[in-house]
């Protein structure tokens, strides 16, 4: 079975990808390990996540490797569906599928995916944290965060509709009929960072949304093979409807919370926005009220009302209006992914041709060198 994905441009213009099968044999004769990233004591599924190099090409990939569980068809379910989502994803801000095996007897599952050489934006925004305590504060450059923005808001309208807004059209080998996806636990850890191959490059770095592990389709039909349902992820980036905010009255506190849905996703990535504006990655959060691990709805007012920005001298207008809009903690006023990229998009523009903000524009998304983790293989 080959084990890499091709390209092809169709004439009318769609990129066409071709992704490898999945593998009933393991690969490791392919790649060789080079450093573990995580030993596997946090996840369900995780059995440890490894930086590997291609034999053949030399290339850097990540493997991650599943655990086994006393059922090992329950085991082989969720990690066909884990590795046949993510293979369905062909996005510029969705990390990138290269191979996958799945030994049924005795159970063996790993994933291959694309190595982001620059660290995490939980990262970045520790980074950014440090410098308040230093006499010259830094601030993540409003162009950048106006980048991973846009990207991510596209990487949510492509999860529901399977398209993407702003890229000219790729698809991936898995027919015509699309099935949303629901993330379920997008948080600063989970987006990567990436150099562009061109050395030297000035470009942006690539800002990618990765781990799959508890997302899931969203489709009524019970035919479609789905994740556990119930409120997963990290509390932390619950939206306000996962836990209600607060509880309507103290007789429903142990009702079941509502399910995860495209617009906890979007609530979830104005939170990171908001994050990255605040230099703390929990700015969101109310400190007097702790998150409470717990599938049950116990209320607790745990989310700000408001995403206000406190640096306004150092981001708009149009950025504040676009996370307060996408953090709007009432899920019946917050866009989905289809109406929150075309706003998105809308207020960039605005931004970039607003002559008060014309310094912050000639940044163009590019960050300090100190600023993100560089890479200490090759």
């Known amino acids: ?29 392919l790649y060789e390990r080079v450093k573990a990233i995580a030993d596997g004591a946090r996840g369900g599924m995780n059995q440890g996540i490894y930086i590997v190099r291609k034999i053949s090409t030399g290339k850097l990939y990540v493997e991650k490797r599943f655990k086994p569980h006393p059922n090992d068809q329950f085991t082989i379910r969720l990690a066909m569906l884990e590795i046949y989502l993510l293979k369905r994803l062909v996005h510029n801000s969705i990390v990138f599928y290269q191979d996958a ?80 996806i ?62 209600f905010q607060p509880f309507p009255a103290t007789h429903q506190m142990d009702y079941q919370a509502q399910p995860h849905t495209a617009k906890s996703d979007v609530w979830a990535l104005a939170c990171m926005m908001f994050a990255m504006c605040e230099r703390d990655e929990f700015a969101h959060l109310n400190r007097y009220c702790f998150p409470m691990r717990s599938q049950k709805c116990r209320g607790r007012d745990a989310i700000l009302s408001m995403l206000d920005i406190t640096q306004k001298q150092e981001y708009s207008e149009y950025l504040e209006r676009c996370i307060k809009w996408a953090g709007n903690k009432d899920p019946r006023d917050r866009p989905d992914p289809r109406v929150l990229i ?37």
């Open 182 to 243: 629901i993330h379920r636990d997008i948080k600063p850890d989970n987006i990567f960072l990436r150099s562009h191959d061109t050395p030297g490059s000035k470009k942006p770095l690539y800002v990618l949304l990765s781990d799959f592990g508890l997302a899931s389709p969203d489709d009524k039909d019970p035919s479609v093979a789905r994740k556990p349902s119930g409120v997963r992820g990290t509390p932390e980036f619950h939206a306000p409807e996962l836990c």
């Open 1 to 29: 079975m080959s084990s890499n994905n091709t390209v092809q441009i169709q004439k009318s213009g769609v990129t066409q990808v071709i992704r490898s099968g999945i593998s009933r044999t393991p690969l490791t004769k």
């Open 101 to 180: 095996y799945v030994r049924e007897n005795p159970f063996d599952a790993a994933v291959y995916m694309e190595y982001c050489d620059r660290g995490s934006l939980s990262n970045l925004i520790q980074v950014y944290q440090q410098s308040k305590t230093t006499h010259q504060q830094h601030f993540i450059p409003e162009s950048f965060i106006w980048h991973a923005f846009v990207g991510l808001a596209d990487a949510l309208y492509f999860l529901k509709t399977g398209e993407s807004y702003i890229s000219t059209p790729i698809h991936s080998n898995q027919g015509k009929k699309w099935t949303p």
């Open 342 to 378: 075309r706003e998105v998009k809308g207020e960039l523009d605005k931004w970039v041709k607003d002559p008060n903000w014309t310094a912050q524009v000639a940044v163009a998304g590019e960050l300090p060198d100190w600023a993100t983790k560089k890479s200490d293989v090759s």
